[in-house]
């Protein structure tokens, strides 16, 4: 029968774009329908009232992320060094002296643990946390990197896939090492320009319906028959989308193990970047869990901070309003950044358990104990339809490298696919 072309992508944020290039790359017509009315997925960027263009999502790569660093090299974007340095200041609330990331034993004992260990089914990282023999000040610093980075309760993450996605961050330097100075959206943007011709936006898909030959995708009032359909979304978006007929009982299970995070994102745009290096470096405070601080200013006169708010403290802030968060956030950090610190002159909130396309957190999580084959039988796919995101990557889970690792990886086998399907009917005709 008729196509209209070999591969509908669904979502353009990068696992998409990078998708849908790579099917470009190997001679295959592509259309990808984006549900929002730009691309990039979890990263946004905006225009402060300076006229700079800052991230209202995920920014940070680092000379460890090779995919993304290539295309930004690619792009002539320029990159900013974040004064991140790998062990934040955590400001407290008493006299005690805090412990050092690098000294806790909980962050060694993770990363030696094995997801695998039968020792560990059934675990929350919460059941975890509860038999180590250590300080309260340690589990409370576990915690709230758990809260800031899942963006999850800890009792509801299994503490296998907290390893299992921690140690798939292979990098030797921070991953916070850099961002881009014209945002991580714009990185985006010139990914979306090379296949402008095959991008709708505002173009939500409502349902894919599967044939031995073919898959019928439905947006809106369109419909397009394609060869293959890449559904390029998290987990938690990607089972919104009906299947026709229903997805086989595994893969359906293993969509509905995931749950999406909270995580509120502000910016705090000064006049001038008057702070200490050792400030820089990031922060943490150690009566909330949850709560992170970063330089993000471009030069000394385009200074600003990022604040992070993760998990189960995302939520309570949100539910108490912004007006809460401004004064309790203004609070912290004029505490912070001592009596000379200048006022800041723009504060803006973005509030991701709001997005109705991408969840709320830097990606999905299992939430489901029992879920170790979740991942793999998502990258499976089922007939003619394939799965991908930066959950499913074997790099950087919830980075953009991760994005991009997934989709190409994907693309790569509904491509080889294709060409098997071309041979077989070559070999077809010549028979005949």
Known sequence: MKRDVDV?????GFTGLAAAQALVDRGLSVQVLEARSDVGGRVRSFLTSDGVRRDAGGQFICDDMPEVTALVREARLDLVESRWKGASKTVSATASRRIAQRDNMLFAKMEAADPADPALAGLSITDWLDRQDTTDEAKRQFLSMVHGLWCLPADVIPFWYLV????????????????LKESAAALAEVMAERLQRSLCLSTPVSSIRREEDHVVVIAGDRQITARHAL???????????????????????ALGSWRSGAVIKILLRYPARTWSPSVSSGISWDDVSGLYAFDVSQDEDHAGFVVFVGGPLALDWRARGEAYIARTVGERMAALLGPDAPEPVEFILHDWTDDRWSGGGYSDVIVDPAAHDAEAVLRAGVGRVAFASSELSPSFPTYIEGAIVAGRLAAGRIA?????????????????
Not at 164 to 179: G, I, K, M, P
Not at 232 to 241: C, E, T
Not at 416 to 421: G, Y
Request: proline share 10%; aromatic share 4%.
């Open 8 to 12: 509908v992508v669904v979502g353009a």
């Open 164 to 179: 299992d996605s921690d140690r798939r961050n292979t990098a030797e330097v921070s991953e916070l090492q850099y961002f």
């Open 231 to 253: 559904v390029a979304v998290p987990p938690v978006r990607a089972r919104d989308i009906l299947q026709h007929p229903p997805l086989p009982e595994p893969l359906a299970r």
């Open 416 to 432: 080889d696919r294709l060409a098997r399907d071309d041979l077989a009917m070559d070999d077809g005709a010549a028979e005949r």
